[in-house]
């Protein structure tokens, strides 16, 4: 059986306990970085998206900053300092709290805001890639590759008539963010324990006649009461016909009296790490016969794969678990059960490396090492009538796998 693990760690910085080290986990990702720059060949690695600038420079990047590619970014170069492009004059305020970065090393960054600037954009990448050039020559590498985790059409001309090897980016810093030191470890089982909470306090709050989106809200504001907790991406809320197929999304619809309503804290995010923890419940009735024993076949079909998570095995190993689409619903292809039977990285992204699936595991396994964070989910229903989906977040450890999640799960949360 699986082994079970606890947050060691209160949530903020003592005198008396050591706790994270943040010092020491900023140089692991870095130094990770580093070695995966230099195993692909890169010269320099160019991060436009969020999750790789913290992980490069331990920078937060604003909610409002995401998905918008070039607002702010950072350039890795071999032998030197990471260096960070900030929007406007807001390095100022990452020099004043950013010891870690030398002061020399922030810039203020050139942004064409994904083609928004109009005709102006032309020149505004020029002026980017100038500055990358610039930053390349001066370490010596503009003559070597340079990764990046972004390009769209603008940066393709750009780079071209600079003269720029660009190339992928994006698969050194998945490589990198894959396997986590012992203090980002300890983040994902805090990580885990503020969802358990938030579970817990939704399991008292729900009622029937409430809407979804309700239950939403009550989640978000437990979460944003947490110290450390800096997003909260979604929370997702099915009830009855919504909750099969998984809709992954919440509206305004009254949940009733025995509805099976499934719950997802989807990527809150603290101190930068973040989660995704589904657990099913049954409002104001107890489940029936039939849908207990849907659950119990989800629950199987979840621990099985967890029997098969150790070092040395593969997302070949965990996915052969599950049954094909075929065999569970009746699909023709897998891609039609997309994420109904499913795993994924978690970190710093919300899909870190292993990705786990028919879809892509049992042609492209990959193997799985200690220090790997991430979570296994599995679901089944009746359509348009009720659906259970149940995930346990977990660390591997060399002895296998560590479930971080201790919200129950033996069987349906039953709120009345």
């Known amino acids: 059986m699986a082994n079970y693990g606890t947050a060691n760690f209160g949530l903020v910085g003592t005198d008396w306990q050591e706790r994270i080290n943040w010092d020491r986990l900023r140089r692991y990702r870095l130094q990770r970085a580093k070695e995966a720059m230099s195993r692909h060949g890169l010269g320099a690695l160019l991060c436009m998206y969020d999750e790789n600038i913290r992980y490069t420079t331990s920078t937060l990047t604003p909610n409002w900053n995401k998905l918008k590619p070039g607002l702010r970014y950072a350039l890795l170069c ?14 100022m305020q990452v020099q004043r709290h950013c010891p870690w970065i030398p002061r020399e090393n922030v810039r203020h960054s050139y942004s064409w805001i994904k083609g928004a600037a109009g005709p102006a954009s032309r020149a505004q990448v020029k002026k980017f890639t100038d500055s990358i050039l610039a930053e390349m020559k001066r370490y010596g590498v503009d003559k070597a590759p340079l990764g990046v985790d972004f390009v769209d059409i603008n940066m393709i001309n750009a780079f071209r008539e600079a003269g720029i090897n660009w190339t992928d980016g994006m698969t050194p810093m998945v490589e990198a963010r894959s396997v986590k030191n012992g203090d980002e470890l300890e983040a994902m089982r805090i990580v885990a324990a503020i969802c358990d909470g938030c579970h817990w306090a939704m399991a008292n709050f729900m009622r029937p006649g409430m809407r979804e989106h309700e239950v939403t809200a009550f989640a978000m504001n437990y ?15 099915g009830s009855g016909p919504n909750s099969w197929p998984n809709w992954r999304n919440f509206s305004d619809r009254i949940i009733q009296p025995g509805d099976l309503v499934i719950i997802d804290l989807a990527a809150l995010t603290w101190n930068g790490y973040k989660s995704c923890h589904y657990r099913t419940y049954c409002v104001g009735k107890k489940p029936t016969a039939e849908q207990r024993e849907y659950y119990k076949t989800a629950l199987d079909w979840l621990y099985r794969s967890i029997e098969a998570v150790r070092p040395g095995a593969t997302t070949r190993d965990i996915a052969l678990q599950w049954p094909s689409a075929q065999e569970a619903w009746g699909y023709k292809e897998e891609d039609q059960a997309a994420a109904n039977l499913w795993g994924h990285g978690l970190g710093l992204a919300q899909y870190d490396m292993p990705v786990i699936s028919r879809i892509f595991s049992l042609e492209h396994p990959v193997e799985i090492q200690p220090g790997m964070s991430f979570a296994l989910e599995t679901q089944h229903g009746k359509p348009f009538q009720w659906g259970v989906r149940i995930e346990e977040m977990m660390v591997v450890t060399e002895r296998g796998a560590e479930i971080t999640s201790q919200f129950p799960v033996e069987e349906i949360t039953v709120v009345d």
């Open 223 to 237: 979460l944003f009461n947490v110290p450390g907790v800096e997003d909260v991406e979604d929370v997702i809320v």
């Open 78 to 91: 071999q032998g030197a300092e990471p260096i960070l492009f900030e929007q406007g004059d807001i390095g």
